[in-house]
């Protein structure tokens, strides 16, 4: 568990939790002033993206349930605690791509991806005690450039077992800048924060300085 600096734009006389173990996403939350802590979620996303396509569900839907149930699953250990949690799906020509479970499956994103336009959905939702208070969804759109076998097999050499971290097989804050030739969609979202709403949420309920 980490702790962020205090700031005095944190109102609440509890941290915020985020229920995330994203590097990004902590990384963007220590640029805001927001005091918080982090406790990674301990839920099936596998299971609960398979429950949501059964019933019909697509990109938006399995990112929101997933943020929801991440910070569900934290309140419920964290009495008292307003709880941030977030969560990141891709999709492209009807196919939907989380997180790969491997490097030989984030090869056969990235090949699929390749020279293809692909949106990203991120969604955040803040708990607290169990009551959900604030549910929202981003979007962004990114083109990968055409990539070579040969510059996908170096690109995971080097970025080895970071690259199941994110959706989409790459991390836009780092050597995953080189995959792509447009990108359209604001900083936060694609770190798979949708920051701006989570943050007038937070004024709102009168935990962030107005």
Do not use: N
């Not at 939907?96 to 959905?121: I, N, Y």
């Not at 996908?152 to 995959?179: P, T």
């Not at 990108?183 to 107005?210: C, F, Q, S």
Request: hydrophobic letters at 50%.
């Amino acid at each position: 568990m980490t702790a962020a600096k205090i700031h005095s734009f944190w109102l609440d006389p509890m941290p915020l939790a985020l229920a995330s173990k994203s590097k990004g996403r902590r990384l963007v939350l220590e640029q805001t002033g927001i005091d918080f802590t982090t406790h990674p979620a301990e839920i099936d996303e596998r299971a609960i993206e398979a429950e949501v396509a059964r019933t019909g569900g697509g990109a938006d839907e399995i990112a929101t349930r997933l943020a929801r149930d991440k910070a569900l699953a934290v309140s419920a250990e964290l009495k008292g605690r307003l709880v941030l949690g977030a969560d990141q799906v891709a999709s492209c020509e009807g196919r939907r791509f989380g997180k790969p479970a491997d490097v030989s499956r984030a090869a056969e994103q990235l090949r699929f991806l390749a020279g293809r336009e692909h949106r990203l959905h991120s969604a955040a939702a803040l708990v607290r005690d169990g009551a959900v208070l604030f549910e929202t969804i981003g979007h962004a759109d990114l083109k990968m450039r055409p990539l070579s076998d040969a510059f996908i097999g170096s690109y995971l050499a080097v970025v080895g077992a970071d690259v199941a971290a994110s959706a989409g097989a790459y991390q836009i804050e780092g050597l995953g800048i080189h995959l792509f030739e447009r990108i359209a969609g604001d900083h936060w979202t694609i770190l798979g924060l949708p920051l701006l709403p989570i943050l007038e949420a937070a004024r709102a309920l009168g935990v962030l300085r107005a």
